[in-house]
């Protein structure tokens, strides 16, 4: 029972294009989402997150929209560049307690 | 220091063999976490430590696995009698607060291979 889902397992985009990466979750009780990239034979590192409490939240070419009553989330990154290409995970939190994140969706730019 | 370490990088284990995985988290750092990513699917929260106490084993499994951080010690995480469905990319992370929004920093993960 996936309470995050990122339903897209892979993704391509041409570079300069805006990339959409979505996420859906079932728990209401997650207080804060975040986005996590992850290059082959590294960890995940952390790209942005929001509050429950909000509906969007930017930092530089990353944006992430939140629609609570869809339980919905979605990363877009403008303007898409080939170093961009990687994996990436959406993660739920509830109070700092039971992270759990989704299975991943694996983003292509294409030059 | 800067990064969380994890050691070793890869382990290969005989079915039944005991597995023990090390993590140095970033210096100040206050939390630690560990996750198993089995066949590169979504990460699954173990358990998380406050220092040296546990915060949440919600997700370790009862039998077989068992966690520590202990003071001036690396966090360890340690598998009795591996089992083939085990093998999986185990990933620490720590984080200096215990705010959610507030980012974990992931080592590298130990790919862990039991034959």
């Known amino acids: 029972d996936q309470q995050v889902k990122q339903n897209s397992p892979s993704l391509s985009v041409q570079e300069g294009r805006i990339s959409i990466l979505n996420c859906d979750y079932t728990?209401?009780?997650?207080?804060?989402f975040l986005w996590y990239k992850k290059y082959p034979a590294e960890g995940p590192t952390f790209l942005i997150s929001?509050?429950?409490?909000?509906d969007k939240n930017e930092d530089g070419r990353f944006t992430v929209f939140l629609n609570k009553s869809a339980k919905h989330l979605s990363l877009h990154i403008v303007p898409s560049q080939p170093g961009d290409s990687a994996v990436y995970f959406c993660?739920?939190?509830?109070?700092?307690?039971?992270?759990?994140f989704g299975p991943g969706t694996r983003l292509s730019v294409l030059p | 220091g800067e990064e969380v370490a994890q050691t070793p990088k890869h382990l290969v284990r005989g079915e039944g063999q005991k597995a023990k995985l090390y993590c140095a988290p970033i210096?100040?750092?206050?939390?630690v976490f560990w996750y198993q990513q089995v066949l590169k699917n979504e990460f699954k929260f173990l358990i998380s430590?406050?220092?040296?106490?546990?915060?949440?084993e919600t997700g370790m499994p009862k039998e077989r696995f068992s966690a520590k951080c202990l003071p001036n010690s690396p966090c360890s995480l340690e598998i009795q009698a591996t089992k083939l469905e085990d093998s999986a990319v185990y990933f620490c992370?720590?984080?200096?607060?215990?705010?959610?929004?507030?980012?974990?920093?992931f080592g590298p993960g130990t790919r862990l291979t039991v034959l």
């Open positions: 992370a720590s984080s200096p607060t215990r705010t959610s929004g507030n980012e974990q920093f």
């Open positions: 728990n209401s009780m997650f207080d804060y």
């Open positions: 929001i509050s429950s409490i909000k």
């Open positions: 993660a739920a939190t509830n109070y700092g307690q039971n992270f759990v």
């Open positions: 210096k100040g750092h206050s939390y």
């Open positions: 430590f406050q220092n040296e106490n546990v915060f949440d």
